[in-house]
């Protein structure tokens, strides 16, 4: 018994020697980097969903984003990730856009920009070149562009090479015009179950159907929890349309509604998804 009781006393010994001398200094915790040597077009100050972001690169469709970088780990690189998906909601950016409304299809729709490469590294440091291509047609707005490395251990910093871009359709480079004319007030009070209806006028210098995006819509924002809802109350802008269009967009208010101070607001799409700058309403709703 005393033999065995020794040759486990020794084992857990040298265990605990070979953890001390190699164990946690040796665990990797430090994440690689990136360094920029060049970007075409160059970033530049831009408004993103409501406030201003230092790096925002604007592109014509067609046209393309191109980068030279340098990766580097203390260690092993991994591998890189591109990612270019839509920001049209305002996702991590507070939610500060209303809902989205889906348009049906049409022969001349608009096509998202989306990327989702993945490259495989190796070695310490690293130099690539990206270039990354517009669709033509390209749906106007903003979007999420991200480029994320890891090394072999699985680190990386998400947050540190986040940037917007600001896709330009070049068939159609300008916004709508939003003019409402109904309600005539932009404050007053309404009570729970009460219809409001919301008249007014969309123009633009180009077709409002002509790439399938065309939409005139209401949400509301309780402002009491900063949520914001989606509503029945919309118009889409069918092939007929031209450059004008005038709306009636009516709503009744739910009973199921909690009465407090509320933000109607109204927004307008054209077809390629310039965005007209929003009407908005306070309204306060009353049991």
Known sequence: MYQLKSVLSSALLLALLAWSCGGSDDVDVSAPSMQIISFAPAPAPGAVCGGMEDSVFTVLGG???????????????????VDIHNNFDCHGHGGVASPGVAVPDVS????????????????????????????????????????????EAGNDNPLANFYSIKAVNPTD????????IAPAELSFSAAKGSALTFSGTVTDNYSLSEGGNGVVFLSYTDLSSGNTFGTDAYAVFGAAVEKDYNFDLEYTIPQTLKAGNYQFRIDAHDGVRNTAVPVVFEVAVTD
């Open 63 to 81: 046209e393309m984003l191109a980068a030279n970088l340098r990766f580097t780990d203390d260690r092993s690189l991994s591998q890189y990730k």
């Open 108 to 151: 001349s729709q608009t096509e998202d920009w989306t990327v989702l490469n993945i490259e495989a590294l190796s070695g310490e440091a690293a130099e690539e070149g990206l270039q990354l291509s517009a669709p033509q047609n390209v749906t106007a707005g903003i979007y999420h562009f991200q480029i994320q490395v890891l090394d």
């Open 173 to 180: 480079e300008t916004a709508p015009e939003l003019a409402v």
